[in-house]
Every structure is written in structure tokens, then in C-alpha cells.
């Protein structure tokens, strides 16, 4: 099976131009291309996490990647699956987010001896004059045809500024000058980014005369991935400082029955041939598929060791309650009233929860126990004894825990 047949049988592949081309740059390790990252944050998330097990597949295979990180696009802000307008990012911040992307990217792209590259957007867009941009690049795109395009068609209702319609020219002009910088030939990106690349593409051929390609990975996780890096308490990092290596793996371990055959297929490096014998589980065998599932994606973010751990704790939490290794907070004085805390207020101090309003109908629904005991009073409160030598466990749901200390 080559590389290209691979992808598609995996599911990634959602669309691309010039499919015979593509192919032949892919399978004979010809390929030079880009994946963009927007330094809206300074951690990656699951969100990203497709692009870069993309990355790795076809590095793997002797292609080129190139990490864009969109310093000088994110001065603007992506329009794409958004109702509303980006919050303004300083240059500050943006340098200090592209800061952090290197090392986490680190442990899926090889970049050493130029067999991967990581550059910055900034250090041309930000030099960019407008009036040249007008003359070289603005005169190959039509307002008529730019307006058809998904990206824009949803904010045209409560507002499109003209500094976000500006983006697609951005993104194209970003491919292009990759193309004459760096050789790139082929980009890849989320399926709601269709439209740009295919004006970086059309722009390198009128404006070069040369052949460029873009495809589109089929993100479950881009519909989903916007999602998917959500949870109740907010996204799931790739940081162990943001996200732990436990939250991380118990994230993956409960997957919907209906996508972890999907996630297997798409995000791990499991030969596809183990992955159709996973296909037929049902049951326990199923929850078996979710534990291979977490177990092998927090191998490869966070390590070996990480994912023995965080898989032995997964383990004994479900068989005897045990906390070792599960995620811990530790209350302060200040978390207490007259020496008590509420149960309302240690289910949103824990986490668990985003609010007291979502604490409250967690355990008037019965879904809230303390050391295995079950909560029903929304008044419960606690005094600081219980939270002293080996704290308290708590739970909310069937797989969510905390390990609560004094």
C-alpha cells in the first residue's frame, strides 16, 4: 500500500486538487508542504493533534514538512468557523506563543538536519507594502468569487470586517512566497480552509506559472477537532502543565463507542491490518479498543513512561478507587468558610465543573460521590479534617476524578 493509499483508507483525505500529481509527489517522497498553525494560545491542543500526526505519516514516507506558524496572520485572525471577530493579539504575545509550539512539535517532526522546517509568517507578512500587495497579489482575486466562499458566507450576517477579509490573501500569499522560499509545492489544511488554500494554489499558478496542489484532511476532528479539543472545564492541551499525561489518556479512554474506531484509524500508527480486527468488538472488548486508543496517543505526546503511568492509574482507579497518580488539587484557607467548604464550591474549585449553577444539577442528578459515597445534598459541606494525610477522591460522573488535599 502506498503512503497515499494509506491516508485514504485511514480517512483523512477529504478533497485535493490534481489527485494524480499529488500522488506521485507523495508516494516518491517529493513533497515539500505546509500545515499552518495559528499561535492563538501558548500550547498546542487536540485540536491540532490530526495535522500533526499527518505531518509525521508523511515524513515517515520521506516528504518535507513545513510548520507555518502564523505570526503575522494571527495580527489578523481567521474567519473560519467563527461568528464573531478574534480578540487583537499583541506581538508580544504571539512571539511568546510561537515560542512554545517548537518543543511540542518536536515530539512528532524531525527537524534536524533540515528534514523539517518551522517558520514564521511574520517575517514577510510583517514587511509586506500594501500598495505593492494591491498590485502583485490583490489584482488575481475577485471580491465576487471570494464572497462565495464558505469562510465568509457565515460572518457576513453579523459583520465581516475588512481586516478579516483581508485573510484569504494572506493565506495564499503565505504559500506563495513558501513555494519560492522553501521549494513548497503541496499544502495541507482543515476542510473549512478549502477556499483559502485553493487561492494560494491559483494564485503560485497564474501568478508563477507554476504547479502547486492542495489537499484537505478529513478532520472528524476538525468539525470534531474544534470540539475536540473541548471538554466541560475547557480545552485539552498537549501541555502536561495545562492538560495532565491522566487527564490526557482518561480524554481519549472516553471517546464515544461510534468514533473510537475513527480515532484509531486517523491519529494512531497501528497497522491498519490490527485496527479491521478491532472493528468487530463489541462490549468490553470495545472498551479494550479505547484503552489501546489512549495508551498509544499518550506514547507519543507525552512519552513511555507518562502512558504506563497514566494507564496504571486509569486501572486502579476503576478496580479499587485507588489515586495514585490522579490528577490532584490542593486547597489553600482561603478555599474555606468559618472552616467548611461547600460542596458546590469544591466540585468547581476541583475542576470538574465550569460554574456552582453546573455543580448544582451534577448533584441533584446523583452524580457526584465523595470516597465512593454518593452526594445528594446540595448544602453538603466539609471540614478541613477529611482533606488532611491522603485527602478525598472526587468524582463526578462515571470517569471523572479528582484527588482533593488539604
Known sequence: MTIYDELVARGLIAQVTDEEEIKELINTGKATFYIGFDPTADSLHVGHFMALCLMKRLQ??????????????????????????RQMMTKELIQHNCDCFKEQMSKFIDFSEN????????????????????????????????????????????GLSFLEFNYMIMQSYDFMALYEKY??????????????????????????????????????????GKKMGKTQKGAVWLDPEKTTPFEFYQYWRNVSDADVIKCLKMLTFL??????????????????????????????????????????????????????????????????????????????????????????????????????EKVTDIKASYGKE????NGIVLKRGKKNFRKIIL
Open 115 to 158: 528534514r523539517a522546517l518551522m517558520v514564521n509568517n511574520a517575517d514577510w507578512l510583517l514587511e509586506l507594502n500594501y500598495i505593492e500587495l494591491l498590485r502583485e497579489v490583490g489584482a488575481h482575486f475577485s471580491v465576487n468569487r471570494m464572497l462565495t466562499a464558505e469562510c465568509y458566507k457565515q460572518r457576513m450576517e453579523k
Open 271 to 372: 497497522p491498519l491490518s490490527e485496527i479491521k480486527e478491532m472493528e468487530s468488538w463489541q462490549g468490553s472488548e470495545l472498551n479494550r479498543a479505547k484503552e489501546i486508543l489512549a495508551y498509544e496517543l499518550t506514547n507519543l505526546v507525552h512519552g513511555e513512561e507518562e502512558a504506563k503511568k497514566a494507564e496504571e492509574a486509569a486501572k486502579a482507579l476503576f478496580s479499587s478507587g485507588s489515586a495514585e497518580n490522579m490528577p490532584t488539587v490542593e486547597l489553600t484557607d482561603a478555599d474555606f468558610e468559618e472552616g467548611t467548604i461547600g460542596i458546590l464550591n469544591l466540585l468547581s474549585r476541583s475542576g470538574l465543573v465550569p460554574s456552582n449553577s453546573e455543580a448544582r444539577r451534577a448533584v441533584q442528578q446523583g452524580g457526584v460521590s465523595i470516597d465512593g
Open 60 to 85: 515517515m514516507a520521506g516528504n518535507k514538512p513545513i510548520a507555518l506558524i502564523g505570526g503575522g496572520t494571527a495580527m489578523i485572525g481567521d474567519p473560519s468557523g467563527r461568528t464573531d471577530m
Open 183 to 224: 521549494g513548497c509545492n503541496l499544502q495541507f489544511g482543515g476542510d473549512d480552509q478549502w477556499s483559502n488554500m485553493l487561492g494560494g494554489t491559483e494564485l503560485i499558478r497564474r501568478k508563477l506559472g507554476k504547479d502547486a496542489y492542495a489537499m484537505t484532511i478529513n478532520l472528524l476532528l476538525n468539525s470534531e
Open 386 to 389: 477529611i482533606f488532611k494525610d
